[in-house]
């Protein structure tokens, strides 16, 4: 139980261009959702906080215009980078709480964007 | 805010031999600390948690340690294997339901 996937896992679109990313709770429903971003060798920083119905929560210095996520229902969230930039390149990996009440999270398989 | 940090940044161990991992923690009001292993090009995956009102955790050659005190905890492997070869990250968080504030991670090599 308790898994997550994205989709895709791996894109590559030009400059300019927006690009959509999905994440799946698939055996369990989640109110909240967390987007992270990791560039090479390094940790876990995260973005944004998906809630289920309302609008996201955004980590200071990420901008809300140009990462767009919705949490349409409780087994999906979006996140959508839009105008994309080389420098948007990234491992992107979304987690999700656990159903059964306690701290765990599980964390999506990534996708890995590339902005050329 | 929380910061966690990690050390050591790397480390290589000889296969069969214990590799241990130590983060320490700024909130004293965290109180779940998770250990994820990150194989290169996949999503982290939780191996071992420790909740504040245990000290210690054990599940087969994985085991945390937590110093409320000294605001510390360390993971373990014993009998190390060339898969266990991957970047360690802990984290911790003071709420059910919250994000996590992640260590800069640690890259373990075992050599067979």
């Known amino acids: 139980g308790a898994v997550v996937s994205q989709h895709p896992s791996w894109v590559i679109c030009k400059s300019g261009t927006s690009v959509k990313i999905e994440c799946r709770s698939l055996?369990?429903?989640?109110?909240?959702m967390f987007w992270y971003r990791q560039f090479p060798k390094q940790s876990l920083m995260l973005m944004a906080t998906?809630?289920?119905?309302?609008?996201?929560?955004?980590e200071q210095g990420v901008e809300k215009d140009k990462f767009l996520i919705n949490h349409a229902s409780l087994t999906l969230s979006t996140l959508t980078v839009t105008s994309a930039h080389p420098e948007d390149s990234s491992f992107y990996i979304c987690?999700?709480?656990?159903?059964?009440?306690?701290?765990?999270?599980?964390f999506g398989p990534g996708t890995r964007l590339t902005v050329t | 805010g929380e910061n966690v940090e990690q050390h050591p940044s790397t480390l290589s161990v000889q296969e069969g031999d214990s590799a241990v991992i130590k983060c320490t923690y700024s909130d004293s009001a965290s109180n779940y600390f998770p250990w994820y292993k990150q194989e290169l090009g996949k999503g982290p995956q939780l191996i071992i948690d420790?909740?504040?009102?245990?000290g210690e955790k054990k599940d087969q050659r994985i085991a945390v340690t937590l110093n409320k005190t000294a605001k510390h905890f360390s993971l373990h492997i014993t009998e190390t294997q060339p898969e266990d070869s991957a970047v360690y990250f802990c984290a911790a968080t003071n709420n059910y339901g919250q994000n996590f504030v992640f260590g800069p991670g640690t890259r373990l090599s075992v050599l067979p």
């Open positions: 055996d369990f429903q989640a109110t909240t």
């Open positions: 420790i909740r504040s009102n245990v």
């Open positions: 987690s999700a709480p656990g159903a059964s009440g306690g701290y765990e999270q599980y």
């Open positions: 998906s809630n289920e119905g309302s609008k996201a929560t955004y």
